[in-house]
């Protein structure tokens, strides 16, 4: 039910900044960072923006980190066009939350983006694993992970 509800909100998200950046005034692009289920809801977003035909540029820069998103390249090259900047897939692979509930939940052989780089042009993949040892590490170390990854401002 989790997986479905982020699918969801993700679409619903990308209508919010398609609606958003129609606005003169508030036509800013955006960075999405989200971890865990909030790295799908993102993905899903992303996604949703590209069906919608959006040009890259709503979405600045995006970042995943934990993601519990199927490692399929058509799907991530796909998201990875309606982001007009960087687009991180942090990964960790001693996520073993993420490993056995996420293939539980979905029955899915292929690991989850959030287990291991995923193999697309213009996806920077970062291994967390010496930041993060679990599943609930990542809220615990997001400062030192957005310094890692150099997005801080």
Do not use: Q
């Not at 699918?7 to 398609?18: C, F, N, S």
């Not at 989200?34 to 996604?47: D, E, K, N, Q, T």
């Not at 007009?84 to 292929?110: E, I, P």
């Amino acid at each position: 039910m989790a997986l479905d509800r982020a699918v969801k909100a993700g679409r619903l998200l990308a209508h919010v900044l398609l609606a958003r950046a129609s606005a003169p005034s508030a036509a800013r692009p955006v960075t999405l960072v989200g971890y865990g289920m909030g790295a799908r809801v993102v993905f899903h977003c992303l996604l949703e923006l590209v069906r919608a035909g959006a040009a890259s540029g709503v979405v600045e820069h995006a970042v995943l980190l934990g993601a519990p998103v199927t490692v399929r390249p058509e799907r991530w090259a796909m998201a990875r066009a309606a982001v007009a900047g960087r687009f991180v897939n942090g990964y960790s692979r001693a996520d073993w939350v993420l490993a056995v509930v996420f293939r539980a939940s979905t029955g899915f052989v292929r690991p989850a983006g959030g287990l291991c780089p995923v193999p697309v042009a213009g996806v920077e993949n970062v291994n967390l694993g010496a930041l993060v040892k679990g599943h609930l590490d990542y809220g615990d170390t997001l400062p030192e992970i957005v310094e890692l990854i150099g997005l801080g401002g």
